[in-house]
């Protein structure tokens, strides 16, 4: 069964800073790797899907990137704004289900 | 484009009462449907999964089941409530297995 996990838990950075989020998978035998960002008592919202085939993917301020072979993927967040703060999720298809990480909270501190 | 509803947006049930939520694609076919549950302070547990019309895989053996009377209908249901089923319920749908997933805004169950 496939495990997704993230670190760290919860991350605190001063505005303006560069962040990397962390997360990693058992099953290397993914088709893509789904990155999601979730307000507090909202829906998740889709940020960037990276392929299997794909080494990065970017959005704006937001690179993905993902190695399969190591089971990892990262988030990189360029010059963070306090708007950035929420808490982040990866999932990874396996079969016809998708396993989400228990998520990283980020605040970013004004 | 395609849309996904679900409702209602908080619910407040007492112990043994039953229980209701629906989700609605539009602009999709045959989507694969999800149900998710996301306690407080916990990732995401899946409870329902669903590949086509009267088709579904549940994950979790627990009093709670779901319905597909539609191809872009999603019920989940229970019988008789308990506090335990108190949480955050998402319903989401992809297009296949491998295609990106997308949420409705979720419904805040609490069972009192």
């Known amino acids: 069964k496939q495990e997704v996990t993230q670190i760290p838990a919860a991350l605190s950075v001063p505005e303006g800073e560069n962040l990397v989020l962390n997360c990693s998978f058992t099953?290397?035998?993914?088709?893509?790797l789904q990155w999601f960002r979730q307000d507090p008592g909202k829906g998740l919202t889709s940020l960037l899907l990276?392929?299997?085939?794909?080494r990065e993917q970017t959005s704006g301020r937001l690179n993905a990137s993902l190695d399969k072979s190591s089971g990892r993927s990262t988030l990189y967040i360029a010059a963070s704004q306090p708007g950035d703060s929420a808490t982040y999720l990866c999932?990874?298809?396996?079969?016809?289900?998708?396993?989400f990480g228990t998520g990283t909270s980020l605040t970013v501190i004004p | 484009s395609q849309t996904i509803h679900q409702w209602p947006a908080t619910l407040v049930q007492p112990v043994g009462s039953p229980l209701s939520l629906e989700c609605t694609v539009e602009?999709?076919?045959?989507?694969?449907l999800y149900w998710y549950r996301q306690a407080a302070g916990r990732g995401l547990q899946l409870l329902f999964y669903?590949?086509?019309?009267?088709?579904i895989s549940s994950e979790v053996p627990q009093n709670l089941s779901a319905s597909r009377p539609q191809d872009r209908q999603f019920i989940l249901s229970s019988k008789k409530l308990l506090l335990s089923d108190s949480g955050f319920y998402l319903c989401?749908?992809?297009?296949?297995?491998?295609?990106?997933?997308?949420f409705g805004n979720g419904t805040r169950l609490t069972v009192t």
């Open positions: 990276i392929q299997s085939s794909q």
């Open positions: 989401a749908w992809s297009e296949t297995g491998d295609s990106p997933l997308h």
């Open positions: 602009g999709t076919s045959n989507p694969n």
């Open positions: 099953d290397s035998a993914i088709y893509n």
């Open positions: 999932a990874v298809p396996t079969g016809n289900q998708f396993y």
């Open positions: 669903s590949v086509g019309i009267g088709q």
